[in-house]
């Protein structure tokens, strides 16, 4: 495992990798901080084979932005980031592992730099078409959403929206469990030591004032890209966790028919998070949608 500073014009990227670097190098693309994918879940894809990379996003863990006065980042620039990314580690083409805001990233990668992906898999995922932030003000306004699919859980969005505490760590490692149980679903046991030892190895990483989303400014500025999507010919697989209080089903169907030959793919159990529960049906999906679109060396 190696660290990586990769600098850009207005960042310096954190980044680390996992695994043998001969191995099919895979980039895991979130809407948080690096440690957003567990240590134990990057080790499994690492065992399977895979060269890891995970790095943190802007607005997070111990990327710094060089800007004087700081903006609200579009899709665009988070795509650019992860080109970067690559770069920076000589990666020419790349397995691409995308979560929850990150998909939309995935997408515009998969539109705009599709020479730079050998495969796509999204999970905690919608498509281009769907406005994530009209979606969160029809959960709490009762309206139907614009793409006719369901909203996210407002309960749930009322703990996403809570801000940290900063000035009490156990409070705040209390209110990081509780969200973790409220997007896990209840199909599986819950574990909240688990959850809270991640935490703090997060805060450890980052800070306790270090989680934070990327500021997006919004997606109503890419929904009318979602019908290029029938122009991409990446292999994709779409991974719907039939608990996900963010994206529910049938989120994931309607992305996957949005993509030419894209694999949906239900992992009994899932929510919109990585409990060790389903860290091995999840290393195994990607693992063999990867090397299934790995080229066949000459013999």
Known sequence: MAERVVSTADLRLWTEDFGDPSDPPLLLLGAHSSRGWPDEFVAALAAKGLHVIRYDHRDTGRTVSLRADPQPYTFYELASDAM?????????????????????TGQLIALDYPDRLRSLTMTGAAALTVDFFTSCDCAYNGAPTPSGLPAPRREVLDLIMQPPILDDVEAELDRRVELARAMSGSALPFDPGEFRRWEQREIAHSGIAGLNQPKISETADITDRGGELANVHTPTLVIQGPLDPVHQPPHGAFLAESIPGAELLEIPGLGHSFPTAVHSALAAAIATHVLRAEPVAAA
Not at 84 to 104: M, Q
């Open 84 to 104: 970067a990314v690559l770069d920076g580690w000589e990666i020419d083409r790349v397995h691409l592992v995308c979560f929850a805001l990150g998909a939309a």
